[in-house]
Every structure is written in C-alpha cells, then in structure tokens.
C-alpha cells in the first residue's frame, strides 16, 4: 500500500479492521515518514482514550438522595401543610383574600371587562418543553420527525441560529388533525404551556 | 445473554411504571455513571455535567409512563440526556455569549501528560473535545466512549446511519488535527 492510503487508514486509527491493521504493519516496516505520522496519532489516540470520569459511591448516593427529595417536593401532597399551624393560618388568609376578589370580579362595574391574560412564560421554556416532549417520544410520526429535523437545524455547527427557521414557519405543515393530538399530548406531558405563545395559539386554531 | 439483559431490563421499567421506586433506582444506578460521563464531555464542566444528569433522570421519571419500550430504555434516556444538553447549550449561549472559544487547535505540547490528575487530564481532553461541533462531539463521545454502535447512535440522535458515520469520521480527523501532543 502507498502512503496516500496509509494517511486513509491512520485518519481511522484506532478503528481498523484485521486487514488494514495488517496493510499499515506492513507499510510502517519501511516507511520512515509515516512511522512518525503514525507515533503521532497514536499519541493522541493513547491521550483521547486517558478520558475517565468515574465517580465515587458517596457521590452518587448523594445524587440520588437528591433526586428523591427533588421527585418528593414535586409531588408533595397539600394535607401535609395543612398539618402545620402557621400554613394553616396562611391558608385562611389567603381563603379571606380569594373570597374578597370572587365578591369584587362579580360585582357589576360601568367599565368594559378585559380579557383574563395567562401567565405568560418564556419562549424558551416553550421550546425546552417541546425538545423534551419530541425526544421523550418514540412515535416516529412524520409530525414529530419533523418537530425532530427543527430542533436538529437549530443547530448548527457550534452556531445556534435562534431565529433562522421561525417554529411558525415549521407549524404551518402540521395537518388539522395532527395539531388536535399534539396539542392534547402536549397538555397531557406539561400543563405549564403558555397559552398566549405563537406555538399553542397556532396549535388550538389548527385543532379548532 | 445480550437478549435476557434486555428482557430484565424490560421487567425493571415495568416494575418502575407501576411506581416502584426501587426499579427505578436500579435503572438509575445502572446509567448514571454514563449519562454523567456524556454531559461532562459535552460541557467539560462538573457542575453542568450534574445538573443535566439529574435532569435528564427527573423527565425520564416524570415521563415514564409514555415510554412504550419500542427502544431500549438506554437508548431512550441517552436521547433525553443529548437533548437535555442540547438545552443546556442554548441556554449557556444566550447568556454568555462570550464564553465561545476562539482557538483552532488544543496543545497538550507543554504539558507533562503524566504528571496531570485523572481530573486535570478529563478537563483537558472535555476542552479538546468542546472544539468540535455539538453533534460531532456527541457521535464521537458515544462511539470511542461508550463503544455504541452507528445504528444505535442514530436511533439517540434520530439521524440517518449514513450521516452518523461521517460525523464520527469527521471528527476524529478534526481532533487529530486539534490536539498538539
């Protein structure tokens, strides 16, 4: 073998089969030039593999005692504040408060009423909860082999191009029916969806 | 052998399913080691490397139910990791937009490679690593890494087998050409 198909097989290394690993032996018994070519590579394959991140048994039991009180706060039951004096006292104030402002919503005003605003959320968080919504999914549907080639073009290179490909502009091919499921799915997988985002508005005019 | 793995492994995530937390746990200590070892040589940082492997177990726990088990559950929690990164990444970039890194190659040259910690070595070879485009890096680090094949990596990463192999082969060649020993 040349030197032109050894520089082939070294851009490879360490991934070789029986033959080339042969083909390069052979050639290295000879070839001065690349004998240093390959000492070189090897170094930084031997470097490359020196990578190891192990951790110890206390780390990962704090880790996981972490987790759990993390899965406990999000989960934790309302009767177990109620239980405590000062959350009790905190609950028939806020219960005062919720009764005052029943009374004023429905007491008849001159002035037009406005419309009742969602809490707004961060475009962001939208399209976190929509990543994790399409990874979390195996459904290979077209919509979410689409929603997948979106997140993948948001990234380019090292470049994130936030702006590029507007999620409209991706929306605008879901069919009616597909945006129905979505939308449900999406419910169903995180309540928190900002219902006045571009996303869910286009969704719930699609879905009808 | 590899088949009966699969198949405990699919009676855990039952187990799991119908809320026992034991199973779950099992699954968690079975890959926390590797989710860890994949955010921190997408980040290069320990206590980003943390944060997205417990976020990556708490939307895999909250989530598990939707896990029809038409993957494996590695497969499955390794997309949830890649894209939890993914996320990590977008974020890390809007708000430092100065923290890009400029230079084209790493030089371990004046370094004595072996007089460095395991810690030091681990920074270093992240920092090499972090020169790479995100998707790169990622085939890279879960071929040479965690030894996954090409058709796995493509079902983690929903891309085509094909594309997997030229960015595996793109960036070993882009390291080589990166790293200065």
């Known amino acids: 073998m040349r030197c032109s198909g050894i520089s082939k097989l070294l851009d490879k290394y360490p991934f070789l ?29 031997d470097l490359l593999n020196k990578y190891q991140v192990t951790k110890n048994q206390d780390f990962w039991s704090a880790f996981n005692q972490e987790f759990w009180e993390k899965i406990r706060e999000q989960r934790a039951p309302l009767h177990q504040w109620r239980l405590r004096p000062i959350f009790q006292s ?52 077209p919509l ?12 380019i290179g090292e470049q994130i191009i936030e702006e590029a490909i507007p999620l409209e502009t991706e929306l605008y091919l879901i069919g009616d029916q597909d945006a129905k499921i979505l939308l449900n799915r999406l419910k169903e997988y995180e309540t928190s969806i900002a219902k006045d985002s571009p996303i869910y508005k286009y969704l719930y005019s699609k879905s009808g | 052998m590899e088949k009966s793995n699969h198949i405990d492994e699919q009676t855990i995530v039952k187990k799991a399913q119908e809320g026992d937390k034991n199973a779950f746990n099992q699954l968690m200590e079975k890959y926390q080691q590797k989710i860890y070892q994949l955010a921190y040589a997408m980040t290069g940082n320990e206590e980003d490397a943390y944060d997205i492997t417990q976020n990556s177990f708490l939307k895999a726990y909250n989530a598990l139910n939707s896990f029809k088990m038409e993957s494996s559950f590695y497969t499955w929690i390794y997309r949830i990791a890649y894209n939890t990164s993914i996320n990590h990444n977008r974020r890390r970039k809007i708000f430092s937009p100065f923290s890009e890194v400029t230079e084209r190659t790493f030089s371990f040259e004046n370094e004595v490679i072996d007089s460095l910690t395991q810690e030091q070595i681990n920074k270093k070879i992240a920092q090499a690593l972090n020169r790479l485009p995100l998707k790169s890096r990622t085939v890279f680090i879960l071929h040479f890494y965690e030894n996954q094949s090409f058709a796995e990596i493509s079902k983690i990463m929903n891309r085509n087998i094909n594309t997997i192999k030229s960015l595996y082969s793109y960036s070993l060649k882009k390291l080589k050409k990166i790293i200065r020993v």
Do not use: W
């Open chain 1, 17 to 45: 089969d029986i033959q080339e690993k042969t083909d390069l032996e052979i050639h290295l018994r000879d070839c001065k030039d690349c004998q240093v070519k390959y000492a070189q590579i090897k170094r930084k394959v």
């Open chain 1, 90 to 141: 905190l609950t028939m104030l806020l219960l005062a408060g919720l009764i005052i402002l029943t009374i004023d919503y429905f007491r008849p005003s001159q002035e037009p009423q406005e419309s009742i605003l969602y809490y707004s959320y961060d475009d962001s968080e939208i399209e976190e909860s929509f990543i994790d919504y399409v990874a979390m999914n195996e459904d290979n549907s």
């Open chain 1, 144 to 155: 979410l082999m689409l929603f997948r080639e979106y997140l993948d073009d948001l990234i």
